[in-house]
């Protein structure tokens, strides 16, 4: 059992910037690659950023590249995504992930997910 409780998400408008965090508990962290998705209402979750165990991995779609950044600190089994210069097609409910092991960029490869958190951004 892995439980991850998203945090940071809030209302801004385009170009602002804003920091999502998630907290792990329940299995050591370090033992997870971890990654951050989006859903729109009516549209499919999709794959934003990951992270591998120790971070020395990263991997951003195009939609993100450039603007956002993920990042972990094991020591306090968080990981964060640093978003910059938003976009109301950024406007989503934004989860974070776990994996076992090794990252991957789909949905269905993590078996462990938060509640979510709501990001808009309003033009």
């Known amino acids: 059992q892995v439980q991850l409780v998203e945090s940071g998400g809030g209302l801004v408008q385009a170009g602002d910037s804003l920091r999502l965090s998630c907290a792990a508990s329940?299995?050591?962290?370090?033992?997870?690659?971890m990654a951050w998705f989006r859903q729109a209402p009516g549209k499919e979750r999709e794959f934003v950023a990951a992270?591998?165990?120790?971070?020395?991995?990263?991997y951003y779609t195009d939609s993100g590249k450039g603007r956002f950044s993920i990042s972990r600190d094991n020591a306090k089994s968080t990981v964060c995504l640093q978003m910059n210069s938003l976009k109301p097609e950024d406007t989503a409910v934004y989860y974070c992930?776990?994996?076992?092991?090794?990252?991957?960029?789909?949905?269905?490869?993590?078996?462990?997910w938060g509640q979510g958190t709501q990001v808009t951004v309003s033009s």
């Open positions: 992930a776990a994996k076992f092991l090794n990252y991957g960029l789909r949905s269905g490869d993590y078996n462990y």
């Open positions: 329940g299995r050591p962290f370090s033992n997870y690659a």
């Open positions: 992270i591998s165990l120790s971070g020395a991995r990263t």
